[in-house]
């Protein structure tokens, strides 16, 4: 017991030494970069050449209080992250229990899981606007084939159809980093456990919720922590599927900053958007997390 | 795992099985099918999946006008750089936030939120006048430190939670044995973390032959153009697109990272998707 | 060793500098004369930004960059290719970085906002007397911004109408001529008689209605914007309604417009017009070009002269050529502007993108290079009707574009509201966005 409390403290000094290459880069490219953008939240900073800022304190918030275009987009935001970080869970969990169980092709399905990662975003989202074509879209094609009278319906242009039609991309090229994570889970619950359920008779099902569910939780909640603040800042996705149409059915938050900084040169403003969005994204994953009973870590 | 499955079950796994398989599969069918149709079967009302005049035209489209070959080599360059930068700056700092809780750690983890949390476009600007600065800009080496920066939080928190759950009593026993700090972390903890470091790696990659962004304002010389600020250029404006020699240029694009998975896959036999940690 | 040592410091010092070169962008000028270029032969280059991208304009564009580095050794010309899509941030973040390319590539709704934050040199007094000349004032006014010229205009785009020649010619209905132009009217009225069972009179992607309803609204005098007493406010009279009302009725009322169009994009629209599926389309002229490549064999398209209301004017939103502000070589930016500009070298631009070129002489020679055939004689014919409308050189009007008027308009045209809520939308929208 001493000589493990020596070889420890042995171990204790060296936590600067270890993380020394990563700090000095992600502080000079991510942490001073990131201190700066939310201090411009607290000023009237705009595009210009060589134009002065000034601190306005809390002016950019009160502004954004009665900005209800904002709060419509944030309201897009929530359902448009909950809904899509659902969905690849469920689908790549699924494919993850698969991908452990004893099946021929899994070689082919783990190379192919990472198809949607593997496919630069750019050709994402113009190959899922072809599916979606009123005319000559896959989709409509199948539907049709099938005998699914659609019509043209113009899935990303109808005001109820075209959310649901984004979100279903946002699921797909989500699904193989959190299948990928799944697994990692799923390999790292001990092999005992289920050959002790399994002796004394457990059904496959009772297997999945008495052990790999609860042993899967501290993945879960990583991957779907991770996935959640991911989607809610994403909108390279649907910018380039329908713009924020239509009629402002897809505006995401991500999307409205965006706009808000880079074409109206309204940097201040902007990023006062941006403060906002990570305190509510930081309270709404501190109640997940809570409700979880577990740390993040 | 050996467990007896009823053949009901064993039809029901493999019908979710191919569906999702199709399901994932597809963009590379269409990339494969679309990249040899000509500009006129592209505008068929009808489209059918095996082109009826294949042409192999799109190819050397693609090839001859975009550069294709130098930006890809630019884009290998900076993913592998990007990965193996990536793995040997994480481990260490994951091993000392798993194993060490203190201030850092704190420190660590909220930026990794705050990070990944505000919107990534609006510290552009200040990122941009950070690496003019330094001189950082029109250079890959410029873009290969942003996107280190660019893969860590992810890298470091999955990875943290791989050494956590390596017992600190096999390395304490290792040390009452009279190992030393290096043969303890090289015969212990890194083999547990091999398939944490597969799914760094790959994601460290991945990210950086995505990445458009950050290669749009970093990169001015044509020379230095990565894959997607190429790929970019097959679109043109108000939605018009090159499709076939995109799609060509693209299922080229695709390829690359799918092999370099199978790399990894075929040589880490113990790899996240292969073999797996014994419990 | 103290000589090793001062070589080290050199070789560091020179190492650096190298870096230092090498990591600036030339395009701030690395001539050692720096702004004094007016005086002799220091060699120097210059960043051209460009975002050409249909095959035939980049080429035109190599070209008339490889023509002028080999007239002028001494100021050397380097394309910056920048993707179309991306040129605005692309743009902004390196004028708010300070490594702007000396002339950049945009179009005059662009500009508007970077003249406004000071990015861009105002070109007055640098733009050669012929050159100034040769465009129209009209056009000059698009890309004035509070009395400086913030661009030159190159190549200008239209909203017309195209036709399947076939169909119409079944149905016998004539073409119309630039001398009598078809009226909105009839446009509707043909529309109708082309409209059958399995085919629709007209498509229109109108997917982002936005830029099409402003422009074209001209043609009854909606000029949306109007001064009052120094403030600018948006108004919703007849004139505005006109063009709105107009299309809606198409698509619902006389149903000879696909509304499915009408979430699609230009292009998207193609595979059905050659198909047979609609007898008309309407869309930019831009889209002449995506016809040469892919219509069937055999299919016989025209493009028409622009339609009437009151008259057929338009907005003009050329693309443009600008110097930016934090160059040290606008001179030289302006001379390589003006070989740009020559006639020659502007339709070989003008005619990979099929737009219009904005200078008389360029025309002409357009005409002369293409023989007016497949519709170039209609094309350039109508660089008269093209002007500044009221919105263009407004500093809220992007924003009011992009987040007022294009959901309000698409509500509509996907029928999910009528036209006073688009009114209300439009007018309370301005002060939402601050306008002034």
């Not at chain 2, 250029?233 to 690359?256: D, K, N, Q, Y």
């Not at chain 3, 936005?210 to 600018?232: D, P, R």
């Not at chain 3, 502007?346 to 070129?357: E, F, M, R, T, Y």
């Amino acid at each position: 017991m001493e000589r493990t409390r020596v070889s420890m403290r042995h171990v204790q000094h060296s936590p600067m030494l270890l993380l020394l290459p990563a700090l000095v880069p992600v502080i000079a490219f991510s942490v001073l970069p990131l201190a700066e953008g939310i201090y411009l939240g607290f000023t009237d900073a705009k595009a210009g050449l060589s134009v002065d800022l000034a601190p306005t304190f809390f002016d950019n918030y009160i502004r954004l209080l009665s900005n209800d275009l904002f709060w419509q987009s944030f309201q897009i935001g929530i359902i448009w992250a909950v809904t899509t970080t659902f969905l690849q869970y469920a689908l790549g969990l699924s494919l993850a229990l698969l991908l452990e169980q004893r099946l021929h092709f899994l070689w082919l399905a783990r190379t192919l899981a990472l198809v949607p990662w593997a496919t630069p975003p750019v050709i994402v989202a113009i190959m899922w606007k072809l599916v979606y074509q009123p005319d000559i879209g896959l989709l409509n094609q199948s539907l049709r084939g099938v005998g699914i009278p659609v019509g043209e319906l113009n899935w990303l242009a109808d005001f109820n159809t075209a959310f649901p039609a984004v979100i279903v991309v946002g699921a797909w090229a989500g699904m193989a980093q959190t299948t990928v994570a799944l697994v990692a889970g799923l390999k790292g619950i001990p092999v005992e456990l289920h050959e002790a359920a399994a002796s004394d008779g457990a059904t496959a099902w009772q297997r999945f919720t008495h052990i790999t569910w609860p042993q899967l939780r501290p993945v879960t909640d990583a991957i779907v922590s991770l996935n959640f603040i991911w989607n809610f800042n994403s909108f390279g996705l649907v910018y380039v599927l329908t713009e924020g149409g239509p009629g402002g059915k897809t505006m995401v938050p991500a999307l409205f900053a965006y706009n808000e900084g880079f074409k109206y040169g309204h940097f201040g403003y902007a990023a006062a958007m941006g403060n906002v969005m990570v305190i509510v994204v930081l309270i709404l994953l501190y109640v997940y997390l809570r409700r979880g009973r577990r740390g993040v870590e | 795992m050996i467990y007896r499955r009823s053949p009901a079950a064993t039809a029901l796994q493999y019908t979710a099985l191919f569906a999702l398989m199709f399901f994932l599969a597809f963009p590379l069918l269409w990339m494969l099918s679309t990249s040899f149709k000509g500009p006129r079967e592209l505008v068929a009302l009808i489209p059918s999946l095996i082109p009826v005049n294949p042409t192999i035209d799109n190819y050397f489209t693609a090839f001859r006008e975009q550069d294709l070959v130098r930006s890809a080599t630019n884009s290998l360059q900076l993913s592998l750089g990007s990965a193996l930068l990536t793995v040997l700056v994480a481990l260490p700092a994951a091993y000392g936030l798993a194993r060490h809780a203190s201030v850092l750690r704190r420190f660590t983890m909220s930026w990794i939120l705050v990070s990944q949390i505000f919107p990534l476009i609006l510290i552009i600007i200040p990122l941009f006048l950070i690496l003019k600065t330094l001189h950082l800009l029109d250079s890959l080496a410029g873009l290969l430190v942003v996107y280190l920066v660019w893969s860590l939080p992810f890298t470091l928190w999955m990875l943290q939670s791989y050494v956590k759950a390596i017992p600190i009593e096999l390395e304490e026993a290792a040390s009452i044995d009279g190992a030393g700090r290096a043969r303890i972390l090289r015969t212990i903890v890194l083999p547990l973390l091999a398939p944490g470091l597969v799914v760094a790696a790959l994601f460290a990659f991945i990210s950086a032959w995505n990445e458009f962004f950050f290669a749009l304002v970093v990169l001015q010389s044509a020379e230095l153009h990565t894959l997607p600020l190429t790929l970019a250029r097959f679109i043109g404006s108000e939605g018009v697109v090159r499709l076939g020699p995109l799609a060509a240029a693209s299922f080229i694009a695709t390829l690359p990272s799918l092999v370099f998975f199978s790399f990894i896959q075929r040589h880490l036999r113990s790899g996240l998707l292969t073999g797996g940690v014994k419990g | 060793m103290n000589k090793r040592f001062r070589a080290s410091i050199a070789m560091l010092v020179v190492a650096a500098l190298a870096a230092a070169c090498g990591a600036t962008s030339p395009g701030t000028g690395a001539s050692p004369a720096g702004s004094a270029a007016a005086t002799v032969a220091a060699p120097i280059t210059l960043q051209f930004a460009s975002f050409a991208w249909q095959k035939a304009t980049v080429d035109a564009h190599n070209k008339i960059v490889a023509d002028w580095n080999a007239k002028n050794p001494n100021i050397t010309v380097k394309i910056v290719t920048v993707d179309v899509n991306s040129v605005h941030d692309k743009l902004l973040t390196t004028f708010q970085g300070g490594t702007a390319a000396d002339i950049v590539h945009d179009e005059s709704a662009d500009i508007g906002g970077f003249a406004g934050q000071g990015f861009l040199a105002d070109l007055s007094s640098l733009i050669p007397g012929d050159l100034k000349a040769d465009i129209p004032q009209g056009i000059w006014d698009t890309v004035t911004f509070n009395k400086k010229i913030a661009g030159v205009p190159t190549i200008l785009q239209t909203y017309s109408v195209f036709v399947n020649k076939k169909m119409l010619a079944d149905a016998k209905v004539e073409l119309p001529t630039a001398a009598s132009p078809w009226t909105w009217d009839k446009f509707a009225q043909v529309a109708k008689q082309l409209t059958t069972t399995d085919r629709y009179g007209v498509g229109w992607g109108l997917k982002s209605p936005a830029a099409t309803v402003m422009s074209m609204s001209l043609n009854f005098n909606g000029n949306f914007f109007y001064n009052e007493g120094g403030k600018n406010v948006v108004k919703f009279g007849t004139a505005e309604q006109q063009v709105l009302k107009r299309i809606y009725d198409l698509a619902y009322t006389d149903k000879s417009l696909s509304p499915t169009t009408l979430g699609q994009s230009g292009p998207d629209i193609l595979p059905g017009f050659f198909a047979g599926k609609y007898a008309m389309i309407v869309g930019g002229n831009y889209v002449a070009q995506q016809m040469v490549e892919q219509a069937p064999a055999g299919f016989d398209w025209a493009m028409l002269p622009l339609l009437k209301g009151d008259s057929q004017a338009q907005s003009a939103n050329p693309q443009t050529l600008s110097i930016a502000a934090q160059s040290k070589n606008p001179k030289e930016a302006m001379q390589f502007i003006a070989f740009y500009m020559q006639s020659q070298n502007l339709a070989s631009v003008a005619i990979g993108d099929w737009l219009i070129p904005v200078s008389t002489s360029a025309g002409k020679a357009v005409t002369t290079i293409t023989g007016g055939k497949n519709s170039w004689d209609v094309n350039v014919a109508s660089t008269p009707s093209l002007r500044l409308a009221p919105f263009q050189t407004l500093d809220a009007y992007p924003q009011w574009k992009s987040q007022i008027a294009q959901p309000a308009f698409q509500q509509y045209f996907a029928n999910k509201i009528d036209l006073a809520t688009v009114g209300t939308q439009l007018t309370e929208g301005w002060t939402k966005v601050g306008g002034k």
